[in-house]
């Protein structure tokens, strides 16, 4: 009867198809018109349940008559070399797929299907996202407004956009992750119905290596094919499982062709990343490819004032401004400085105040380590601003050079050991209290004036990477 079965299917579906999903079944028994039929593993059960469950059926019927049933048989790997198998009951099962190869797998509520072969809904599969990663919760600004708008646009629209696959790359703690995963609770948020993942790369290629180790990789291939938003963090860890970039080629295109989406995320820019298979990086540049940047100082202070709301927390404006100017690394350390410090003053007991936090953000700020001379700092303003070294020393009344010298001073004060006096010497032979005048000046301006303060950070940085 299986055989005859066989027949009719072998007409209708495609060939590969066939000797893929229908090959592999062995009957092992028909009794009182139902026939059990024994299934190579789970993946394969849930795959022929939803492609092929109404040709089944359909098929079925027409060899025993319409009280037909069909049951399955999976056969369980045990992992230690011996099968075991385990039979699904023929209605309101409830089925927990064997984890051992680590799939975030659950599939429950069975519904009677219309046919008497018993069905299971759509396969649920937990997309592992972290709630509280949003796109409400994630603060836009010039440093990712590109890559905060595509992945908007990605989630309303799934598949159905040309940022497909969407890239987002950049340094540690710039947001990468917090907006992979935003995008994906924004597709389960409007498209309840979509199957969303999302995986770190380095799981992935363990899955994969589990899965090679047991034979199974058809397996684990079906299983990605299934799911509608695939969101694959840090993809530049690929760059040493060749076999893995294998299977998540063959993931990529099935998943490209039939119009479902692609996020990924990576802490280089796509041409930059090495051991990554050339194929691989030109399916890559079929969507876009978007980079975060280290967020500037306003939306630094918007990213606390938003936490610092979220856990219902209060800090004076000082001192926000304070850690907000200091901490210039990346956003993780931004929240790790505001941590020590709600630490630091619940253990003292002690108001947070300016004081505190130079305190605790002495642990933070990095230590240089290289020792930065005045002349390298008067070097990379007047780089900066386009100004002759002479200028910079000698007297004029031109605003702009003297910004530029006032902000040359405030550097080399608070990135140089020299004193005061040094510091003045260094411009010509300017007294102390000239210096003294020209730091207060910048901390004005910087409160005031927007570009000068862009510029100022700006130049910080530029120190500060100099110096390490
Ligand atoms: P990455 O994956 O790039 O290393 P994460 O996504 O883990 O960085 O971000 C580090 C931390 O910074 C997370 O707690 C995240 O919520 C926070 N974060 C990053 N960017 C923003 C942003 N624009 N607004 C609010 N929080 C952010
Ligand atoms: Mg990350």
Not at 72 to 87: E, F, K, Q
Not at 323 to 341: D, F, K, M, P
Not at 390 to 416: D, G, N, P
Not at 448 to 461: G, P
Request: glycine share 4%.
């Amino acid at each position: 009867i299986w055989n005859n079965c066989l027949k009719i299917i072998k007409d209708i579906v495609e060939w590969q198809h066939f000797k893929t999903w229908f090959e592999p079944i062995k009957p092992i028994e028909l009794k009182n018109n139902v026939l059990l039929i024994q299934v190579p593993s789970q993946f394969f059960y849930e795959y022929l349940e939803e492609h092929y469950v109404n040709l089944l059926a359909k098929t079925l019927k027409r060899e025993l008559g319409k009280d037909a049933r069909l049951e399955y048989r999976i056969m369980v790997d045990s992992g230690n070399g011996r099968n075991g198998s385990m039979d699904l009951p023929a209605s309101g099962m409830k089925i927990y797929a064997n984890n051992e190869m680590n799939f975030p797998l659950v599939i429950d509520n069975p519904v009677k299907n219309p046919f008497i072969i018993p069905g299971l809904k759509k396969m649920q599969i937990d997309p592992q996202l972290n709630p509280t990663y949003t796109f409400e919760s994630f603060i836009e600004g010039d440093c990712n407004r590109v890559a905060r708008r595509a992945g908007k646009t990605v989630a309303e629209k799934p598949g159905a956009n040309s940022f497909n696959p969407l890239v987002i790359y950049g340094g540690v703690g710039l947001g990468k992750t917090h907006l992979a995963q935003a995008i994906g609770n924004e597709v389960k948020r409007l498209h309840p119905g979509k199957v969303v993942l999302y995986v770190s790369s380095e799981k992935f290629i363990n899955q994969f290596q589990d899965h090679s180790r047991n034979n199974a990789i058809n397996d684990f291939i079906h299983f990605y094919q299934l799911i509608d938003v695939l969101i694959i963090d840090d993809v530049q860890f690929f760059n040493r499982a060749e076999k893995s970039q294998d299977a998540f080629f063959a993931i990529f295109n099935h998943l490209h062709q039939s119009g479902k989406q692609l996020v990924l995320t990576s802490d280089k820019a796509p041409k930059d990343l090495d051991g990554m298979q050339e194929r691989l990086l030109s399916r890559f540049r079929w969507g876009l490819s978007t980079d975060l940047q280290l967020p500037d100082y306003d939306t630094r202070i918007e990213i606390l004032e938003h936490k610092m709301k979220n856990d219902g927390l209060d800090m004076s404006k000082d001192v926000v401004k304070y850690v907000a100017y200091n901490i210039n690394t990346n956003v993780r350390e931004l929240e790790g400085a505001l941590i020590s410090l709600l630490a630091q003053s619940s253990l003292n007991k002690k108001e947070i105040d300016i004081e505190l936090a130079k305190k605790v953000l002495r642990n933070f700020v990095k230590t240089t380590s290289k020792e930065i001379t005045i002349e390298a700092i008067q070097k990379m303003v007047c780089e900066y601003f386009d100004v002759p070294y002479e200028r910079l020393l000698h007297k004029t009344r031109k605003r702009e050079i003297v910004q530029a010298r006032q902000i040359t001073m405030y550097l080399a004060k608070a990135f140089t050991k020299n004193s005061l006096k040094t510091i003045g010497e260094h411009f010509g032979g300017r007294d102390h209290t000239t210096v003294i005048h020209s730091c207060q000046t910048v901390k004005d301006l910087m409160d005031t004036d927007t570009i000068f303060r862009e510029n100022v950070m700006e130049l910080t940085q530029k120190v500060q990477l100099a110096a390490m």
